[in-house]
């Protein structure tokens, strides 16, 4: 008989059990959220990153574009458009010699695209010819107007941009500033200042 006390005695109550599963299933919970947090931060921390990677490619394409532009196979002048959301002007960044193509980066719908057009025809002509368009960044809000900034050729690194609507002979800097990431450069072939 005392060996079935003593046996008795060393069993769980229900009570016991129930705040054992309780314990458990708390902890439980909290591992699983803390694992979910862990492997979604990283996620998202490696899409954000992912995104900047992208955005700071972007603007460094653009600037060396933009470096180069000139004149285009059609004798336009190196900037035909200069929008707070849109710029056209023409550059031989990356194409055969002597083709100077059209590009074209604009905002729509948060999504900033850009658009190539290569010169066709004798003599070389931009109008009626196709234009290859892609989308370069999406999600932009719309907090982060303008996209582009343009600056005369008084630019220090630190001056206003020009007042749109803003005439096309002043350009001498462009800036982009995507999702905080923010490059520019001189138009050489714009520059007046060459000896500098």
């Known amino acids: 008989m005392i060996w079935k006390l003593e046996q008795k005695n060393r069993a769980f109550t229900l009570v016991e059990t129930i705040v054992t599963i309780a314990i458990f299933t708390i902890l439980a919970m909290g591992v699983t959220t803390l694992f979910t947090h862990i492997f979604v931060d990283s996620r998202n921390k490696n899409l954000t990153l992912d995104d900047l990677d992208r955005t700071r490619?972007?603007?460094?394409?653009?600037?060396?574009?933009?470096?180069?532009?000139?004149?285009?196979?059609d004798g336009a002048y190196p900037i035909t458009q200069a929008d707070d959301t849109e710029i056209i002007f023409y550059s031989n960044y990356k194409q055969a010699d002597g083709i100077v193509a059209r590009f074209h980066y604009y905002l729509s719908d948060q999504t900033l695209y850009k658009g190539i057009t290569l010169p066709t025809g004798d003599p070389?002509?931009?109008?009626?010819?196709?234009?290859?368009?892609?989308?370069?960044?999406?999600?932009?809000?719309?907090?982060?107007?303008?996209?582009?900034?343009?600056?005369?050729?008084?630019?220090?690194?630190?001056?206003?941009?020009?007042?749109?609507?803003?005439?096309?002979?002043?350009?001498?800097?462009?800036?982009?500033?995507?999702?905080?990431?923010?490059?520019?450069?001189?138009i050489r072939n714009l520059k007046e200042n060459l000896g500098n």
Do not use: C, H, W
């Open 124 to 186: 070389l002509i931009y109008q009626g010819a196709p234009e290859s368009i892609k989308s370069v960044q999406e999600n932009i809000a719309t907090t982060s107007l303008p996209i582009f900034f343009y600056y005369d050729g008084d630019y220090t690194g630190s001056s206003t941009p020009l007042i749109q609507p803003v005439n096309i002979n002043d350009i001498k800097y462009v800036r982009i500033d995507i999702m905080g990431v923010s490059a520019g450069s001189s």
């Open 57 to 73: 490619l972007i603007a460094n394409t653009f600037t060396n574009e933009i470096r180069i532009a000139s004149v285009g196979n």
